[in-house]
């Protein structure tokens, strides 16, 4: 459900999700959501104060985020722009081949891609998204299998989809899905989105047990949390 409170003349709207947790907790998400997590059985009236007595936060977080323009991400496909792997930033080479088939690949530090139209943009994203869907999909089951057994739960699944405001999810049959854009991110931020989820198969909830399992595995937790808040628009192209 949707509500709204007025903070300093200023209209703020948000969205109520009831769970099964014992406390509210409000999440801003790229580029202007703000959602409410309420235990059951909340009247609105206490959750819009909530966010009333918190308004000062969220219009300071919702202002970072507008500064943070999407479009900043939109690359060109140049010669010499930079896409990032595995928290590095590699400069592309544009090879115009006359191979139908195209190829990214790693040659002196940097993104070669090969292609007989570098000047159609949507094919040459495209032959980008490929890359890192392969690339993450390899990493992804690699790091799940490092976490099964501090886990102590296998997943019935593990892909990569398109997940345009999510790092990963888990669903209530154990399926694991994770945003192909991960293999963008440093090893320590993937391991925390990896560890999140996986979590998810023991407690599907954002308890405080749930906490404690992914504490237990990654202690500083929430510096890479706070790392990826900060960051994880930036990783896209």
Known sequence: ?????????????????????????????PPDMVIVLSPPGIPEGIIRNRVKSKGSWIVKKLSELRDLDPEDNKKDFIDGEYFSFLGNNYGIKIIKSVKKIPKVFFQDNRFCIETSDPSNQYRMRKIMEKWYREKSDRIINDRVGLYIEKIGKRPRDVKIKEQKRRWGSCTAKGKLYFNWRISMAPPGIIDYIVVHEMSHLVHQNHSIRFWQKVGSILPDYKVRRKWLKDNGIKLDF
């Open 1 to 29: 459900m949707r509500s709204s409170v007025i903070y300093e003349n200023q209209i703020i709207d948000f969205g109520i999700e009831y769970r099964n947790r014992r406390t509210m907790a409000i999440q801003i998400k």
